[in-house]
């Protein structure tokens, strides 16, 4: 499955009104910049939730049309909904939530994804996919929190393992941290994916929390940021772990804010 969460409506709903200005933006105006224009282009968007940033790319290019895939059907009602708006725009959603999906080889002009469910595993899945669904030329759009992202959250982690002698899940935070993509890991696993011209754009950015429970709660850290951070750490039970980092920020940023530190990702392929 490339995208593990499902949402309900209210969380479909927040993540447009809230999620999408304040944190997936930043993914998506890297997409932005990065998308080459071509005559009639097809677009197929992996893991699309609401609809981000679909209709920017409609503005961008003439004559576009769009397939939307998520596992997440009150997302795809949200995206459908604003669609709508756009009249006869050529534009389709549909419930999807494993890979190979429906769609047919070789159809695609684009294919991007949006802070995927980045394990290894699940990007070797998704770069194999839309390898399968670009014809030759084609360009793959994947934007994605790279290697130092979240720092803030693994120094917490260490210090709770440290406190409380819990070796176990210090090893496992030090192995999921290690693990995140590098640019250079992320260049490589295109090209192991048959994909040439590989170009990695990073920017850095921070995210800014006014308390732990602010970010416990915020629901960018709900819905996206530690579904995350919890599929790299696969079986490790973070209840505990997450209570300290609660308490932690309170104690350690009392009177400034806590900045989440991002080191975001974009690349873009072709297809030979």
């Not at 469910?117 to 399968?132: G, I, Y």
């Not at 090209?191 to 950015?205: K, L, N």
């Not at 932690?248 to 806590?258: F, G, I, R």
Request: glycine share 6%; aromatic share 8%; charged share 25%.
């Amino acid at each position: 499955m490339f995208l593990a969460e499902r949402l309900t409506p209210a969380d479909a709903a927040v993540l447009e009104t809230f999620v999408v200005p304040r944190y997936l933006a930043l993914y998506g105006q890297l997409v932005l910049e990065m998308l080459l224009e071509s005559e009639s282009p097809r677009i197929a968007h992996l893991g699309c939730r609401t609809g981000y940033p679909d209709r920017k790319l409609f503005e961008r290019m003439d004559g576009a049309s769009l397939i939307g895939l998520d596992p997440s059907l009150p997302a795809l009602e949200l995206a459908r909904n604003k669609a709508a708006v756009l009249g006869d725009a050529a534009i389709e959603y549909h419930v999807t939530g494993s890979l190979p999906c429906k769609l047919e080889s070789e159809q695609c002009s684009h294919v991007l994804s949006l802070h995927p469910n980045s394990t290894r595993k699940s990007r070797a899945d998704l770069f194999r996919e839309m390898a399968r669904l670009l014809y030759s030329g084609g360009q793959a759009l994947v934007a994605l929190p790279l290697r130092g992202s979240f720092q803030e959250i693994a120094d917490l982690f260490r210090e709770y393992a440290l406190k409380f002698g819990d070796g176990d899940f210090a090893k496992a935070v030090d192995t999921a941290f290690a693990a995140r993509p590098s640019l250079e890991m992320l260049s490589e696993e295109l090209e192991q994916a048959g994909f040439e011209d590989v170009d990695v754009e990073v920017r850095g950015a921070e995210l800014m929390f006014d308390s732990g429970r602010a970010f416990i709660e915020d629901p960018a850290s709900r819905l996206l940021i530690l579904p995350e951070v919890r599929s790299w750490l696969g079986t490790a039970d973070l209840k505990e772990p997450l209570g300290y980092v609660r308490d932690a920020v309170d104690k350690y940023w009392s009177e400034t804010q806590l900045g989440l530190s991002l080191s975001i990702g974009c690349a873009s392929a072709r297809k030979p």
